[in-house]
């Protein structure tokens, strides 16, 4: 795959803000567990965290490739802020963008692409997970407004989001074409966050439960059409894969860029590791695995930015680069021998950030049935 002059520039321009802004502070987010709010604004300025929202709702107006470029370069040196960036652009953005009034775009859009406000996407339960259509939350229209219940978890950015995307059943008897899609602001009365829990990467990031406690939600805060809410969600999954995918790209390529780097200056029996040829066999296979998850990925955005079906493709990318992050990390480490083990290298923290990009938005299994379910249709 070819990159356009445009899309050379943006990866040109991504890059050194790497550089400058991410140096030292994917280590010290791993530490304290917050992200600071500058880097969050650095980010908003630069419109990284709104490569898709269009021009007119204060995004960038770029289309899905660029949305790769960012994810894929911002990941490959911190999969913290990767997180961060996709939960707001394609989670929180996607539903707004797609299913959401004028009104609710200036409201909640608009200022999530500014940089203003923070968003969350809330679909997961206790007993909802892949099962992602056994909703319990429930929404009960009472005259205007909808009364909102019900327990969210593992939501990315919930201790600190103005506002959530929630999907809530307004119809039990009718089972996920009953459930129903909702922009609840967190200031609202009920409306309260669990412990930021305490995770084994991405540490960066902050993910807690959400709780609704009888909150109030206008009528004019519901997405779309009652009964949409499952359809909106998986809509903004299938989309978001390409972020999700991308981030796993960029994870990757850091973990090999680590192992390149730490195997041609660490000398044993006389010469660098790299002049051993399993080690020279190990970095063949892992950048083989990386060029053919880049062009998956790649493929899915420029797919999708030809309005062609991604369902397949998306899903193949999130699978095929989120195993091979795992993979290219674990080998990664080894090839740093006991000092990989230790939190003075990076790919100590890279190896724990990668473990996730299997399991959330989706875990492989869940990508495989999907992917199954195309190909044996
Ligand atoms: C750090 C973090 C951030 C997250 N952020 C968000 C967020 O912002 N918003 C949000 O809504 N959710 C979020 N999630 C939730 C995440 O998407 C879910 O954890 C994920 O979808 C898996 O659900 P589960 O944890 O309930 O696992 P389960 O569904 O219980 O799965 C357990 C295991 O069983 C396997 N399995 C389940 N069903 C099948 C099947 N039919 N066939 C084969 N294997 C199966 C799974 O693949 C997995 O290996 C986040 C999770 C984490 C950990």
Redesign the pocket.
């Known amino acids: 795959m070819l990159f356009k002059k445009e899309h050379i520039l943006l990866q040109k321009a991504v890059r050194d803000f790497v550089k400058k802004e991410l140096d030292t502070l994917p280590a010290e987010m791993d530490k304290t567990g917050v992200m600071p709010r500058e880097l969050m604004d650095k980010l908003a300025r630069y419109k990284f965290i709104s490569t898709i929202v269009p021009k007119e709702y204060g995004g960038a107006g770029a289309d899905y490739v660029s949305y790769a470029i960012v994810m894929e370069e911002i990941s490959r040196k911190c999969c913290s802020t990767g997180?961060f960036v996709t939960?707001g652009s394609s989670?929180v953005a996607l539903p707004i963008m797609n299913f959401g009034t004028d009104a609710q775009k200036e409201k909640y859009l608009k200022p999530l692409a500014l940089g203003e406000q923070i968003g969350?996407?809330?679909?997961?339960e206790?007993g909802?997970?892949?099962?992602?259509g056994a909703q319990q939350a429930e929404a009960v229209l009472d005259g205007d407004n909808y009364i909102l219940n019900g327990r969210?978890?593992?939501?990315?950015?919930?201790p600190i989001c103005d506002f959530a995307i929630v999907?809530a059943m307004t119809d039990k008897s009718k089972g996920v074409r009953g459930t129903s899609a909702f922009i609840v602001e967190s200031s609202w009365e009920g409306f309260s966050h669990g412990a930021h829990?305490d995770?084994m990467?991405?540490r960066g990031?902050e993910?807690s439960d959400l709780v609704f406690q009888n909150v109030v939600v206008p009528k004019e805060n519901l997405i779309g059409k009652e009964g949409m809410g499952f359809k909106i969600?998986m809509n903004t999954l299938e989309a978001g894969r390409i972020g999700v995918a991308a981030q796993a790209l960029g994870v990757a390529q850091g973990a090999l860029d680590e192992a390149i780097k730490y195997t041609k200056q660490r000398i044993q029996f006389g010469k660098p590791l790299s002049k051993f040829q399993n080690t020279q066999f190990t970095i063949a296979d892992m950048e083989t695995k990386v060029c053919a998850a880049r062009l998956l990925v790649y493929d899915t955005a420029e797919k999708k930015d030809a309005h062609m079906k991604i369902e397949k493709e998306g899903s193949m990318a999130k699978y095929y680069a989120a195993e091979v992050a795992n993979e290219v990390a674990y080998k990664a480490l080894q090839l740093h021998g006991g000092y990989g083990y230790i939190k003075d290298y990076p790919i100590e923290r890279m190896y724990r950030d990668a473990r996730?990009l299997s399991?959330?938005?989706?875990?492989?299994?869940?990508q495989?049935?999907v992917i199954a379910a195309s190909v044996l249709r």
């Not at 969350?120 to 997961?124: G, K, M, N, S």
């Not at 978890?153 to 919930?158: G, L, P, S, V």
């Open positions: 997180t939960a989670l969350a996407f809330a679909l997961t206790p909802a997970g892949s099962d992602a969210k978890c593992f939501i990315t950015n919930a999907i829990e995770k990467g991405i990031t993910t969600a996730i399991i959330y938005e989706g875990t492989s299994q869940v495989q049935m």
